[in-house]
T-cell receptor, first 112, second 109 residues
C-alpha cells in the first residue's frame, strides 16, 4: 500500500542534542512538507520541498533543518537552537501543489 | 495572510445525532481540505473540496468559494467520529496549507 511512514512514533531528546525525524513516502509525490502541532492548536508549516535538492522555509523554520536528497525522503532535524521543541510533528506529501495532501502518522518529540 | 476560522470549537453529541461544522476563510483559495484527527494523532483526509459538494457515506461537504466558507456534515454520528476536525486552505501562488484551530467533536454512546 502506498503511504507516508514517519519514524519513530515517540522520541525523547535531552537538552542540547540534535535529533532527526524520518519521513518516507512511496506515493511518487513531488512535494513534501513538515508541520508542527502544539496541544489544542492547528498545524504550522516548518519546511517544504517541491523537488529534489530544493526546499523552502515555512512559518516557523528557526531551529530546524531539512534535506531532500531523494524524492521519497524528507528528514527533519530538530537542532539545539530550537528552544521549545516538545511537540507533535507531522509530515505530508502531495502530487502537485494544487492537489490534496496526505499525512503520515506523526512523531511525538519530548525534551527531557 | 489568509485567516481560517472554524466553528464551533467544541461539540458534544449523542450517538445518532447529526451535526454541521463550519469553516470560514478570509480570501479566495484554490485548495480546501477537511481532515479528521483521531485520538492517536493521525490526520485522515476526508475531502478535497475547493468548490462544490461531495459525499462519502455519512459525511458530506460543501464549499461555496464565492462566499468563502465550507461546511462539513456528519449524519447519524457514531462514537468513532470523535476527534478533531480540521479545515485547511491554500491560496493561489502559495505553497502553504493554512489550518484552522479545529472543532473537537465528542460523540457519547
Amino acid at each position: 500500500d502506498g503511504g507516508i511512514t514517519q519514524s519513530p512514533k515517540y522520541l525523547f531528546r535531552k537538552e542540547g542534542q540534535n535529533v532527526t525525524l524520518s519521513c518516507e513516502q512511496n506515493l511518487n509525490h513531488d512535494a513534501m512538507y513538515w508541520y508542527r502541532q502544539d496541544p489544542g492548536q492547528g498545524l504550522r508549516l516548518i519546511y517544504y520541498s517541491q523537488i529534489v535538492n530544493d526546499f523552502q522555509k515555512g512559518d516557523i523554520a528557526e531551529g530546524y533543518s531539512v534535506s531532500r536528497e531523494k524524492k521519497e525522503s524528507f528528514p527533519l532535524t530538530v537542532t539545539s537552537a530550537q528552544k521549545n521543541p516538545t511537540a507533535f510533528y507531522l509530515c505530508a506529501s502531495s502530487i502537485h501543489r494544487l492537489n490534496g495532501y496526505t499525512f503520515g502518522s506523526g512523531t511525538r518529540l519530548t525534551v527531557v | 495572510g489568509i485567516q481560517v476560522e472554524q466553528s464551533p470549537p467544541d461539540l458534544i453529541l449523542q450517538e445518532g445525532a447529526n451535526s454541521t461544522l463550519r469553516c470560514n476563510f478570509s480570501d479566495s483559495v484554490n485548495n480546501l481540505q477537511w481532515f479528521h484527527q483521531n485520538p492517536w494523532g493521525q490526520l485522515i483526509n476526508l475531502f478535497y473540496i475547493p468548490s462544490g459538494t461531495k459525499q462519502n457515506g455519512r459525511l458530506s461537504a460543501t464549499t461555496v468559494a464565492t462566499e468563502r466558507y465550507s461546511l462539513l456534515y456528519i449524519s447519524s454520528s457514531q462514537t468513532t467520529d470523535s476527534g478533531v476536525y480540521f479545515c485547511a486552505v491554500r491560496q493561489g501562488g502559495s505553497e502553504k496549507l493554512v489550518f484552522g484551530k479545529g472543532t473537537k467533536l465528542t460523540v457519547n454512546p
